[in-house]
């Protein structure tokens, strides 16, 4: 066999594969959110859900392979996040650390690196493109496959692949929240001090921590029959007015939906509850088992949270 | 008749006639029974307790007690284990059913108003929960920036 001939072969081979890789509609969403934390980028969004709404000036930089950004609330009061690596912190106006909590999925940095769970759980399908703050954007319409989660819809910028808007609706199409940019410029050079401010993070915090973050060696629960693709991503965990109690928060995500389940001690004279509530697009399960008050927060239908609340064994 | 006492209990007859009712209670023993027994399905519906347990089993012992009594009524076939069943016990069963009917009815009555209260108030959530939630979660930084510091 020639070398030409081999050379052939192998473009038979290889081209039908590359061309399947081309058309897995999937990958745009990989590529998204690798854009959310690669690219350099300055903008203003808008966020709306339930009654509130609010504008946010953003700045977003990977430097050295370290992510960092800051968002200032334009409405209301004047305080910042801060984002470094994987840690996300708030600021006072005076630069006074108020808090921190672990990962970044805020807006537009909503997609998980891993999307084989949302392939599991969501129904992938392409709208129309239009225009959002200027630049084209295609839609990615995420459609759940069951009663558990809503649905997502995300426009995606045509050339770099960032998120420009995000809306989720419910099951009767019904708008539960959206942020979407106002404004966007990208390429910027920022440098390193913008983001890093002259506070000591660890000493601050320190002092107003309560949490405790050791390592919860004994989960004394079991958990049976959670919604599909729901897995425990964080547990925290916090002293009961200073008694020898903790109180729990595992935190469950499919990948884009999010759900809190609190056990909590209860003290005497407590009356336990019992049902669901909605508060505005947060629904909320409660149940009482063997002294322990549980309850299941989430932005997710109320069946999720029933089962959620449903699921704790002791 | 019947209509007449159903609608005193729903409050939908006037002075006069609940003064007719009420004398012609004392005359008939007919009216007083169905008055009795209208009293004790409102008193159900307004889920007072009007069956307290022991009482409702000893009415029905004494049900029981009052019928005839068919010994060997259910007889084994000689040739199989088919059981054949008197027609003398279908008044006993007759009166067993009713009476369960009722008695389920009443229990019904509970477990339906204990499932209402299964809807809390906005109040019944401690803000703080919700707060923990959206400080953890949320992917608009709305609620993480506004949110009160939970471990506060």
């Known amino acids: ?314 | 008749m019947n209509e007449k006492i159903s609608s005193l209990f729903d409050s939908e007859i006037n002075n006069k006639e609940v003064d007719t009712l009420l004398s012609k209670k004392n005359k008939m023993s007919g009216v007083r029974s169905s008055l009795s027994e209208y009293q004790m399905i409102s008193d159900a519906l307004k889920k007072k307790t009007v069956l307290p347990k022991n009482n409702l089993t000893d009415k029905i012992m004494s049900v029981i007690d009052k019928e005839p009594t068919q010994m060997g009524g259910i007889v084994k076939a000689n040739s199989s284990n088919t059981a054949v069943v008197s027609f003398e016990i279908w008044p006993v069963l007759g009166s067993l059913a009713v009476l369960v009917v009722i008695a389920s009815t009443a229990f019904n009555i509970e477990v339906n108003s204990a499932s209402t209260s299964q809807f809390l108030a906005k109040e019944d959530i401690p803000q703080e929960i919700i707060n923990a939630h959206h400080a953890a979660t949320a992917n608009n930084m709305n609620y993480f920036i506004q949110v009160s510091d939970p471990a506060k």
């Open chain 1, 1 to 314: 066999m020639t070398l030409f001939k081999k050379l052939l072969t192998l473009l038979l081979i290889v081209l039908p594969l590359a061309s399947i890789a081309m058309d897995d509609p999937w990958v745009i969403l990989e590529d998204s959110a690798k854009a959310s934390h690669e690219l350099n980028y300055e903008g203003v969004f808008h966020s709306q859900s339930s009654a509130d709404t609010n504008s946010t000036h953003v700045i977003h930089a990977n430097i050295n392979n370290k992510e960092y950004c800051l968002l200032k609330m334009l409405d209301g009061a004047p305080n910042e996040v801060f984002c470094a690596g994987d840690m996300v912190y708030v600021t006072s106006q005076d630069g006074l650390l108020i808090k921190k909590r672990k990962n970044q999925f805020l807006f537009p940095s909503v997609l998980p690196s891993d999307i084989n769970n949302l392939k599991k759980n969501y129904q992938l399908s392409f709208g129309e493109k239009k225009r959002i703050a200027d630049r084209m954007a295609q839609l990615v319409m995420l459609t759940a496959k069951d009663n558990f989660r809503f649905n997502y819809h995300i426009w995606i910028d045509d050339k770099n692949f960032l998120p420009l808007k995000l809306v989720v609706t419910d099951n009767k199409n019904k708008t539960i929240e959206q942020s979407t940019f106002t404004t966007i410029a990208f390429n910027k050079e920022f440098k390193k001090d913008i983001f890093e401010k002259n506070i000591n993070l660890s000493t601050i915090y320190a002092n107003k921590n309560k949490f405790v973050e050791n390592y919860v060696s004994n989960k004394f629960w079991n958990l049976k029959d959670l919604p599909s693709g729901f897995r425990e991503v964080d547990l925290i965990s916090r002293r009961v007015g200073g008694l020898n109690l903790l109180d729990y928060q595992l935190i469950f995500s499919d990948g884009l939906a999010y759900v809190s389940l609190f056990i909590r001690p209860i003290s005497m004279g407590t009356e336990p509850k019992e049902g669901t509530v909605t508060i505005g697009a947060t629904n909320i399960s409660a149940r009482y088992q063997d002294g322990y008050q549980i309850m299941s927060v989430g932005v997710v239908p109320t069946e999720t949270v029933n089962t959620f609340s449903g699921a704790i064994e002791f």
